[in-house]
T-cell receptor, first 113, second 115 residues
Framework: AQSVTQPDIHITVSEGASLELRCNYSYGATPYLFWYVQSPGQGLQLLLK??????LVQGIKGFEAEFKRSQSSFNLRKPSVHWSDAAEYFC???????????FGGGTRLMVKP | NAGVTQTPKFQVLKTGQSMTLQCAQD?????MYWYRQDPGMGLRLIYY???????DKGEVPNGYNVSRLNKREFSLRLESAAPSQTSVYFC??????????????FGEGSRLTVL
């Protein structure tokens, strides 16, 4: 069965600074990988996804993520964080068509002015 | 443009009481899901309905039942609530066969407290 680990429970960055959120997965084959964002009091919204091909994927709100097979990682990045990016971020892995998503425990991002 | 609507948004129950969480989507999606969210544990799948007329257990189904009332509606029932069921519950939907695309559409959540 697949699993997802997000090592950082909380991260605080200054507005305008760069951001990297870590995600490690466990799965025997090439997984489908996702990042979701949850703003306070809201449901989750898909930021980006990776299925195959180019290992650097672009998402909404200026986010990108890079799939590194050798490290079983799918880290989320943003060059310059805005105060509105404060939220909780979830990495998820799917094992293909018909398989359910497995979510990581989440990373809560706080942005200092 | 409602998307996925959950009711109620907040509920407090006593141990042993029953209740039903309602979910409706207006996007003509075939598949619907119920997740629970607990601190540090991400979202865990309780039950899902791949299409109207079918339901299946997810990762943590014990203590819950579901009903896919029609294509739009998917309800989650707690027959005898326990403090361990204190959580935030999310309903989600996606077009049939699209679970692999990962694009789940979520409701805003229902916060349940069991005393």
């Amino acid at each position: 069965a697949q699993s997802v680990t997000q090592p950082d429970i909380h991260i605080t960055v200054s507005e305008g600074a760069s951001l990297e959120l870590r995600c490690n997965y466990s799965y025997g084959a090439t997984p489908y990988l996702f990042w979701y964002v949850q703003s306070p009091g809201q449901g989750l919204q898909l930021l980006l996804k990776y299925f195959s091909g180019d290992t650097l994927v672009q998402g909404i709100k200026g986010f990108e993520a890079e799939f590194k097979r050798s490290q079983s990682s799918f880290n989320l990045r943003k060059p310059s964080v805005h105060w509105s990016d404060a939220a909780e971020y979830f990495c998820a892995v799917g094992a293909g068509a018909g398989n359910m998503l497995t979510f990581g425990g989440g990373t809560r991002l706080m942005v200092k002015p | 443009n409602a998307g996925v609507t959950q009711t109620p948004k907040f509920q407090v129950l006593k141990t042993g009481q029953s209740m039903t969480l309602q979910c409706a989507q207006d996007m003509n999606h075939n598949s619907m899901y119920w997740y629970r969210q607990d601190p540090g544990m991400g979202l865990r799948l309780i039950y899902y309905s791949a299409s109207e007329g079918t339901t299946d257990k997810g990762e943590v189904p014990n203590g819950y039942n579901v009903s896919r009332l029609n294509k739009r509606e998917f309800s989650l029932r707690l027959e005898s609530a326990a403090p361990s069921q204190t959580s935030v519950y999310f309903c989600a939907s996606t077009p049939l066969g699209q679970i692999s695309t990962g694009e789940l559409f979520f409701g805003e959540g229902s916060r349940l407290t069991v005393l």
